[in-house]
């Protein structure tokens, strides 16, 4: 009893940290790498090692002597962890505006003002680094919107994920202001040249 106990212990220990050693050597590796959203990637690649992990369990039953509702337990912590780690590390490194800012502010240390990062925020982030542009092409991909005659329209998909943000935001107390949007101004002024698509 106690020796059953403790192997299941050990695979559930040992089990995601080899799952989690796995995902990042597949991050790293050119696997999918036709996905170029880094959250749909990882999210694939963490079904992937989960899969992996239960088809190995059931291979091995027999010597293992780990009955399918462990070997099930196991794949879906493997899962449960691999997804926390890449929302938590490498999709937030990937798209955090806050660390944009910390490393322009080690960049340009003691020589920023409050105004002086507001500008570079928007010069080097938003437009440089072209990040709005990003953003609308992720959107499109997921099927939140689309392009109609040069304009960005919502589909019922983007609705529908809209609302569902609004309702997490009210229960969990969320600040709203990101979940409520902004309303485009009477006359936009003209995209700088750079930024502006082919025909404009």
Do not use: W
């Amino acid at each position: 009893m106690i020796r059953s106990l403790a192997k299941h212990v050990g695979l559930m220990a040992i089990v995601p940290v080899l799952g989690l050693l796995g995902l990042v050597a597949l991050i790293r590796s050119p696997l999918l790498a036709s996905v170029d959203i880094l959250f749909y990637r990882g999210t694939l690649l963490c079904i992937l090692i989960s899969a992996g992990i239960f088809a190995l369990g059931l291979a091995t039953r027999r010597r293992t002597t780990l009955g399918v509702e462990s070997i099930i337990a196991a794949a879906a912590l493997s899962l449960s962890v691999n997804l926390c780690f890449l929302i938590v590390i490498p999709v937030t490194i990937d798209r955090s505006v806050s660390i944009f800012l910390l490393a322009s502010i080690e960049k340009n240390d003691g020589e920023l003002t409050a105004h002086d990062l507001q500008t570079l925020f928007v010069n080097g982030y938003v437009h440089d680094l072209r990040q709005v542009d990003r953003r609308i092409h992720e959107q499109i991909r997921s099927g939140n919107i689309r392009i109609d005659n040069g304009k960005i329209v919502m589909t019922q998909r983007g609705r529908a994920f809209v609302r569902f943000s609004r309702t997490v935001a009210d229960a969990l107390h969320i600040d709203p202001q990101f979940v409520r949007g902004g309303q485009a101004p009477d006359a936009l002024a003209p995209a700088p040249a750079e930024h502006r698509q082919p025909g404009d």
